[in-house]
């Protein structure tokens, strides 16, 4: 059974040079996490975008948190492209494996199924194919006529972190309408969970809830952390904090100003 | 600061996009695409039986399990048609959406190629959309290949361009000889300024071509009354821009 | 848009020599469809149990509506051996395609993702796989060292049948912690659906039930069917009716029973 | 009609599969399968921490994401251990939960394979229980594999076989030899009895075999308690017969 535990707790179990699954901008960012693992100096991060990343992936770039990046996209969406980003890539300070959004869901469902890959139409004679020595071509074995198909091994992060709206004492965590959330918890080996809310009652009771609840068995730790995705939205509790996020977009634009940025952000 | 021009400019080319989602039984927009948005719903009032899904709008939504199941419902070939954007076009019908240059050593990155890799391959209609019409997008060859515009025999390839529209020009892709053919010049543009324009050879038919149908008086009202109504949520600014507040 | 039809029209949809994939007698199973089904004389089906089946494939066979039969077993549970399934495999008056529930699943996973396999662990030297052609062995391509892995084709259903809870006017079925009707309702062509009761809000719009809702973009004929299961359980709406299940058991031993057990059931 | 001996044997049997539980992190157990189910509670009740999940019983069922998460769980390694029965068991650690004679034209028939072409070769303990103990039971070898005891080398073989558990004696399987090493004889049975009611060859040691130990009376306290309460939904004649009523 995971325990409610203080956040630097929750990201001390996170470890220098491990691989870390974060959901899109979207889709339940634990901020409040990253800031800890920020504060902490977390370094040689394999940070996977599932299946993008935006201002989490960039704040980890700038402070030299990450090697390296797999991800399909990574923007701050209508605040433009993602500064730290897209710097550290041209010059090369992160090493970059380039993916598309149905293979990285696609890796994670092998993950969560326990077998080594999942095939995947689309992506043949693409660039992005040739960049990834770790997919492969198979001629399809089940076809009558040749058939070309990529294979995408299994993603199976050391850890998962996201940011949910309620837990409950148990470690049940109700993700909504964020149902990859749940496949990332079943691909991960830990799954590190900040909500806003601890509800006392039992979530897997509730036949209303429980169809979207990632159960306990499969989550290592729950802290709590109010506005924990903030500036960021939370779906159904509050939307993004546009203001800030467009005072980070042009701040971040140059090194010392994602700087002061940061310095203001960690508080 | 938002001009009347540009006003006119969103209702027209969401015009120009719903005109060519004419007649599919299934739509899909991405996130963080304001003008294919408004389109889709246009073409939904002008085709109510149309099913037009809007990512990042919850009312528009209809997925329920996770950010996977568009791609899902795209490779089981339920999903007619999506718009995709690209930093670079070629006129082999190869989108871009990674970077120029090296690879490695890249002058400009974008963010990335987000589904194109599968999406470009499996529906059946994908209308490529990319305002900016110069040679730096619609290139020759693009630097880098998120997706092919077509496919050698022999691979699954069911879906892939079908149009492109610009801030110019509407164009049809031709599968069997990989190349686009202008379909319709906007008016107050050239076949000139089009050629100019474009870095790629397309194919075009003899005399003065088409012009871009405008939006009808009756899209007008669609498109700054109940549209700009829903798309409030998700794209606050540009709802504004077309309601004119 | 789906409709809303009479359990007539609902099953009006299925034709003869059709695949129809149904759930386990514990998953939701329309037994109204399935006795308009068998009153309407249906024919040649290829019934597939996700992953089992029970008392609805016995009646279907008992019927003569099934020439083959694709699960990972049938059987009444409690009440013991599924008797017109038995004596139809000992007769051989239908054909069986035994596998194992996983593969089912994994099959139906092929489908709803619109690739042509999946692969999965387990059955290497089974008479399962051996009597299984259309399943294939692999050595995984991604692996440094030989590794045999069995692909699963995909289970695309002609038809989906099931009974659920409830559903919206537009469609929308909820069909709570029954996930895999999600599953197969997203890898068939057609989806038809008994429900208790039809809601007049929408259910997409209702943040508890929505991520527990098929959404009508899958479902393509809804009916109105009240205690559409019995005699088979409703999870969180009516238990099995044992006492008609033990009646059921004991009569269908022999042909004669069960026709005379039939006539009552049909009514 | 049940008796006093039946209620024995059940709060014995359950003492017997809560003795080969010991020790594992998660244990499930499958659909109607009421002494396992009281076993798994058993077990959960010595060590409070051991994760027990009980198909069909909704108040302990943790899974969300519909039948198939069983058996991706098991596939991942999650799953410790699990309970599965069969017609057949051989020497060798086959099962058999398909049929007898030919195949495609069995005397006997049984219901089907379930998930143990999957379960058998990815939960690290699998617990074969069969209360019967008779040479139609335990046989020389199966005459259908639903899945094999052991698999040759470069097979991915995490699970399969530890325990065998009949009404008569307790087995540990010896992946190594790949056969079965009786561990105890119950209480009432003999050796030799064993041996004539054992279709296959079994290692066994030198001597008086041990004695399979009976519940403690703290163990009955639980089974006839609140372990024949929790039982009450999914398996309510079983949880009466525990309870004496």
Redesign the interface.
């Known amino acids: ?1 995971p325990e409610s535990v203080p956040l630097d707790a929750l990201v001390g179990r996170i470890r220098d040079g491990q691989s870390l699954a974060v ?2 901008d ?2 339940g960012v634990s901020m409040a996490a990253t800031r800890a693992l920020i504060r902490r100096g977390v370094r040689r991060l394999h940070l996977i975008g ?3 990343s935006g201002l989490q992936a960039d704040l980890l770039i700038g402070a030299g948190c990450v090697d390296l990046l797999e ?5 701050l ?2 605040h433009g ?2 500064p730290r ?2 710097d550290a ?2 010059s ?1 300070a992160i090493q970059m494996r ?6 990285v ?2 890796g994670l ?1 092998a ?19 040739r ?1 990834r020595p ?1 997919w ?1 071509v ?1 001629d ?4 009558a ?5 990529v ?1 995408i ?1 299994a993603i199976r992060p050391d850890t998962v972190l996201f940011h949910a709206p309620l837990a409950d004492r148990a470690g049940n965590v109700w ?9 990332m918890a ?1 691909a991960a080996r830990e799954t590190l969970v900040t909500v806003e809310r601890i509800v006392d009652t039992d979530l ?1 009771a509730d ?11 499969y989550v290592s730790a729950v802290a709590l952390a109010p506005k924990g995705a903030w500036p960021l939205a939370l ?2 509790e509050y939307a993004a904090d546009d203001e800030c996020l467009r005072a980070y977009a042009k701040a971040a634009r140059s090194a010392q100003g994602f700087r002061d940025w940061l310095d203001g952000y960690l508080g | 600061m938002a001009t009347l021009a540009d006003r006119q400019t969103s209702l027209f080319l969401a015009s120009a996009l719903a005109d060519v989602f004419r007649g599919v039984p299934t739509l899909a927009i991405g996130a963080n695409s304001p003008i294919p948005a408004a389109a889709a719903l246009l073409a939904q009032h002008r085709e109510p039986s149309m099913r037009v899904s809007i990512l990042g709008s919850p009312a528009h939504n209809p997925y329920t399990n996770g950010g996977g199941e568009l791609f899902d419902y795209a490779a089981e070939g339920r999903l007619a048609c999506f718009v995709l954007g690209a930093l670079q076009i070629d006129g082999a019908g190869n989108l871009n959406l990674v970077s120029v240059g090296d690879y490695d050593q890249p002058t400009v990155r974008y963010p990335g190629s987000f589904g194109s890799g599968l999406l470009y391959y499996t529906v059946p209609r994908v209308v490529v959309f990319r305002e900016d019409h110069s040679p730096r997008a619609l290139v020759e060859r693009v630097d880098f290949v998120s997706a092919t515009g077509t496919s050698p025999p022999g691979v699954y390839r069911p879906g892939g361009p079908a149009y492109l529209v610009t801030g110019k020009a509407v164009f049809r892709f031709d599968r069997e000889h990989a190349q686009f053919a202008l379909q319709s010049v906007h008016p107050g543009h050239t076949l000139d300024e089009v050629m100019a324009a474009t870095g790629f050879h397309f194919a075009c038919a003899d005399g003065v071509p088409a012009v871009t149908a405008l939006p009808s008086e009756q899209d007008c009202r669609w498109l700054t009354g109940p549209i700009a109504d829903a798309l409030l949520g998700g794209y606050p600014e540009f709802a504004r821009l077309l309601t004119g507040d």
Do not use: W, Y
């Open positions: 059974m959901p899109s979207v889709g599932v299946p993008t991800a399909s996209a990574v923007s969406a209508e492209v993602a980003f897209t890539i041209r090369g380039d993916a598309t959004c149905p293979a869901h696609a469902v993950a969560e199924k326990g077998v080594p890959f999942m095939p995947i139409r689309g992506l043949i004679g693409s660039d992005l194919l960049h770790d492969q198979i399809n074995p089940l076809a006529e040749p058939d070309p198909i294979l091994p993700v909504g309408m964020r149902r990859e959330l749940m496949v079943h897997l036949p209303q809830r429980a169809p979207a609840v990632v159960p306990s068995l779906h159904g």
